[in-house]
């Protein structure tokens, strides 16, 4: 954090306290709610200033800051129940004038962890929301414990048969495993035994070995009217949404098509799988190479990402949105990684493991954990704005553009000879450039470049390198996204190399 320039504003990972003096109570509510949402910057030293109807931040400095930790951590362990903070996540920032800031790195606590509340009451739980710190409700609290379950979906349902699922749906994903040649010998069993090899059916493991569908299993494969009775408010919406005059082009919905995991996942994938473009490009040779099959892969991923994580027992519908710009995938649910690993890691924590196996044994999904590789991957392949996820206490956002960073505004930020300059830095590779490489590029003139250059760096859009005449621009970048441009960069170096080959 720069402290000499425009601070940023406070959002769902970023919170300021003046605690000039001494540590304000207030911190403790922002250190519980960045531990059970996904976590976040703890600044104390910076005041918030509203003038003229604007609020702005700015660093009023800390007189003694070593005496304040020292006040922190003899605090926090009875005010706090679980703490992911330790000596390396905080930092003393020197100011002029004998003044410091402190900064404290909260981590999201692990998910079987949670709730993390205060002065030893769970009823003292919050957890963020935008730039606010809620204490939450009892219906809240009952969220944070479900996401904590790993086997959310292994529950045996009473009172279900065989007759509770669709019959056609099984034998499609029959055919689907028996064609995968480690499956093959799965053709012999019957139909009983065949669902019990899956995971639809399984026993109860408490003594009686009585067997029954599994709560994933009826989710999955399940009559639209049967899932309805145990989660009342299932329901899987695809929205076709890239005519603005039209609410919508084309809907597939688990309520009006009755349909269940399965079938919603084969018609949506197959509708999507139709709508791509078809682009290409030519090697030296002049021959065809498809560069389709990254997009479809990264669609495919975020559609399995959302009804493998989802937790269906919420109230909240899973829908996903294919808009002009961007494709979005919404489901209810937590993410049980940090947002900032999704990208770059091969980490993952199933919320339904019989949902996510179903889809393993039918070879749809990638290996476990890297989904979110694949969905970066591809956007840095077809030269697209990155994709971004969010994720808070209810619900999990996914965004995948279909345009560049400069297309990805629309009009609504920026105007059109900010977008000229964005566009020309996208199709350098976000190289930095200068003043003189985007007046000759863009056959704009001085002023017009000079004038939007610096409106795209107040709106934090461009980010300035070097001074006098070495001064150049390029885009800024998140730490999410240099990440996981290093971890992309060895599968980026072979693709160019077969491309050229």
């Not at 829908?319 to 990684?337: A, C, H, L, W």
């Not at 206490?393 to 920026?414: C, H, M, N, P, Q």
Request: with cysteine.
């Amino acid at each position: 954090m720069n402290y000499s320039k425009k601070l940023p504003d406070e959002d769902e990972h970023l919170e300021y306290k003046a605690n000039a003096s001494k540590l304000s109570s207030d911190i403790w509510e922002t250190i519980s709610a960045f531990e059970n949402t996904d976590g976040g910057l703890l600044i104390l030293g910076v005041e918030e200033i509203r003038k003229n109807g604007r609020t702005s931040f700015t660093p009023c400095g800390l007189k003694n800051p070593q005496a304040m930790l020292d006040i922190f951590w003899s605090t926090i362990n009875n005010k706090v129940s679980e703490s992911t903070i330790t000596n390396n996540d905080i930092s003393i920032i020197d100011l002029t004038n004998d003044l410091s800031i402190i900064e404290i790195n909260v981590h999201p606590i692990l998910p079987e962890k949670r709730p993390v509340f205060l002065n030893g009451n769970v009823t003292s739980t919050f957890f963020r929301k935008g730039a606010t710190d809620l204490k939450a409700t009892s219906d809240e609290l009952k969220i944070l414990i479900r996401n904590a379950d790993d086997q959310l979906d292994t529950q045996i349902m009473d009172g279900y048969s065989a007759d509770d699922l669709e019959m056609d749906d099984i034998q499609a994903y029959r055919k689907i495993l028996i064609s995968r040649p480690q499956y093959s010998n799965y053709a012999e069993y019957d139909i009983s035994t065949f669902l019990e090899k899956i995971g639809v059916i399984s026993k109860k493991y408490d003594g009686t070995a009585d067997k029954g569908i599994t709560a994933g299993g009826l989710l999955f494969f399940g009559k639209n009217n049967a899932i309805l009775h145990k989660f009342p408010y299932f329901q899987l919406d695809f929205f076709d949404k890239t005519d603005p005059s039209k609410r919508w082009i084309k809907r597939i919905s688990s309520i009006e098509d009755n349909l269940n995991i399965f079938s919603f996942f084969t018609n949506t994938m197959n509708y999507i799988s139709s709508s791509l473009k078809d682009p290409f490009e030519l090697n030296n040779q002049l021959e065809r190479i498809d560069t389709e099959g990254s997009m479809q892969v990264a669609l495919r991923e975020a559609l399995l990402n959302m009804l493998m994580h989802a937790d269906y027992y919420s109230d909240i519908p899973l829908e996903t949105n294919s808009f002009i710009n961007y494709y979005e995938f919404v489901n209810p649910g937590q993410m049980k990684i940090p947002s900032s690993d999704f990208f770059t890691t091969n980490r993952s924590r199933t919320r339904n493991a019989v949902i996510s196996k179903l889809f393993v044994q039918m070879g749809r999904a990638e290996r476990a954990g890297h989904g979110g590789t694949k969905i970066y991957e591809a956007a840095q392949m077809n030269n697209f704005r990155e994709p971004k996820i969010t994720t808070n206490l209810r619900s999990t956002t996914l965004a995948i553009w279909k345009v560049d960073y400069a297309d990805s505004f629309s009009g609504k930020t920026i105007n059109d000879h900010e977008r000229t300059i964005l566009k020309h830095i996208v199709t350098n590779g976000n190289r930095l450039q200068s003043r003189k490489d985007i007046e000759e590029s863009t056959k704009l003139t001085r002023s017009i470049v000079s004038r939007n250059l610096s409106s795209l760096l107040d709106k934090e859009i461009l980010i300035k390198v070097g001074t006098g005449r070495t001064t150049k621009y390029t885009i800024a970048p998140s730490d999410e996204q240099l990440m996981a441009q290093m971890q992309m960069m060895p599968n980026l170096i072979r693709n160019m190399i077969n491309r050229k080959s």
